[in-house]
């Protein structure tokens, strides 16, 4: 009998071992689901890092805006590019509207090196910009508490300041462009590297409030005209 059994299971084994393995469990076709690719890098809370930034609740037409940016190759990230190389329009409007939709809290500001000095320079240039060098108050495009300005201008407040001033150095070097005017471009080109470490400090420095959105007015300086944003 020992015997017998020993020979049912030699034949048995491969057979067993070609067998079809279980189907795997059907995932829900949800938006949170298809963006979860995103998430694993822009985090699950939507707190960004020096790396990857905080997208939850920035207007959709920038988020929609910066897809395509991507996508045609006036930003420069291959894992983003690939990403949305081949996806439609009316796909990347649902992806951002999502997000847009999004309000996590936002953590609270982590510690930098700026000096007060810096830090406030850097308050002044935000509110008040440099009229000698032709740069605008941030507040000017970015609204005046820095939340934002639908449908098409992001949000300040809780950007790491690794990453407002890899974004200055891309528009710098023009890794990162808009279609023309590209005035961010402009201005990053117009600020020194001190006004540009000042400001990302003071930037990184602020708490932001959880109830924080986006403006819906635009007010504008009339000599800037950024591509991308509907001008009135």
Not at 49 to 55: G, L, N, V, Y
Not at 164 to 177: E, H, Y
Not at 180 to 194: I, T
Request: proline content about 11%.
């Amino acid at each position: 009998m020992r015997i017998f059994s020993s020979i049912v299971l030699l034949v048995a084994a491969p057979l067993l071992a070609h067998a079809a393995p279980p189907a795997p469990a059907k995932l829900p076709d949800t938006m949170e689901q298809r963006v979860a690719a995103c998430v694993a890098c822009h985090k699950a809370k939507e707190e960004g890092d020096a790396f990857f930034p905080r997208i939850a609740g920035k207007p959709a037409g920038y988020l929609y805006n910066q897809l395509l940016n991507f996508r045609e190759g006036r930003r420069k990230y291959p894992m983003m590019s690939y990403m949305v190389e081949q996806l439609p329009d009316a796909y990347l409007r649902e992806i951002a509207q999502y997000f847009s939709d999004l309000h996590p809290p936002y953590p609270p500001p982590a510690p930098n090196s700026a000096t007060p000095a810096m830090i406030e320079r850097g308050r002044v240039i935000v509110h008040e910009g440099d009229q000698s060098q032709r740069v605008p108050a941030c507040i000017a495009c970015h609204g005046e508490k820095l939340t934002g300005v639908a449908p098409a201008i992001p949000g300040l407040l809780g950007l790491p300041r690794d990453y407002i001033n890899a974004q200055f150095g891309a528009w710098r070097n023009k890794v990162r462009k808009a279609h023309e005017p590209d005035c961010m471009a402009d201005v990053a080109n117009r600020l020194s590297e001190a006004d540009v470490a000042a400001v990302s400090g003071w930037l990184a420095s602020q708490p932001a409030d959880a109830e924080a959105r986006p403006v819906g007015t635009e007010v504008l300086p009339r000599w800037v005209k950024c591509g991308g944003v509907p001008q009135s």
